[in-house]
């Protein structure tokens, strides 16, 4: 889309979203600042990945530039407000061969997050996800390790079949029901970080979109 609106310009994503996830996105519009926003991130997320692993005392994190990534998250029942640090695998045997779980002590890929619960509803939580590392479906993989998954999650939610049924087309009213919104409720609202060419600092923010406010105000209590 961006392509078709700016043609000939130099454009790369320099991290990803979840399909269904919405908010910031970082997008390079030159080679040199790919590689540098790029190195930024990959960096601060070994750095914090180390210290996981090996405890502050040998911990490069402070040696990194900060990178602030805030995510927003509507959550069936009420985490606690805490650090999550849970390492994380590919689940081998899954036929789509993309969902994620909670991998066993001392294996896996060291990942971190942090929750503070910002309002509850009628067991329904809006919750501020601090994403330390960048592990795939992380935020989803560990509110649903702690037994409050993301709303409308098809493949971490009430049945991982919905992803597969969603893909087709053949979601029906009941399983649209069950997953109360047509696409999981996480947003990417926050990123706090230096700018990796000119170290200047930037703090973007995108507010919850209309899909996601509107159910969160549409629940009693």
Not at 26 to 55: C, N
Not at 121 to 129: E, M, Q, S, W
Not at 175 to 200: C, F, K, N
């Amino acid at each position: 889309r961006l392509g078709a609106q700016r043609p000939g310009e130099f454009l790369s994503l320099v991290h990803r979203l979840d399909r269904e996830t919405s908010g910031l996105l970082l997008v390079a519009r030159t080679p040199e600042a790919d590689r540098a926003f790029k190195r930024l991130l990959e960096d601060r997320s070994v750095a914090v990945a180390t210290e996981s692993a090996a405890g502050p005392a040998r911990a490069r994190a402070e040696d990194v530039p900060a990178v602030e990534k805030t995510y927003l998250a509507i959550t069936w029942g009420v985490p606690r407000s805490e650090t999550i640090d849970l390492p994380l695998e590919l689940e081998p045997d899954h036929p789509l061969r993309v969902k994620m779980r909670v991998a066993a002590p001392g294996s896996g890929l060291p990942a971190r997050t942090g929750l503070s619960v910002l309002e509850q509803k009628a067991g329904y939580a809006l919750v501020a996800c601090d994403l330390f590392t960048g592990r795939q479906h992380q935020i989803r993989v560990h509110l649903a390790g702690v037994g409050c998954p993301v709303v409308g999650d098809k493949l971490y939610g009430p049945d991982e079949r919905l992803l597969a049924r969603a893909a087709d087309g053949e979601l029906s009213e009941d399983d649209l029901a069950r997953l109360e919104l047509t696409r999981h409720a996480l947003h990417a609202h926050r990123y706090v970080l230096p700018h990796a060419i000119t170290a200047d600092p930037l703090v973007l923010e995108s507010p919850l979109p209309a899909d996601l406010l509107a159910f969160w105000e549409g629940r009693s209590g």
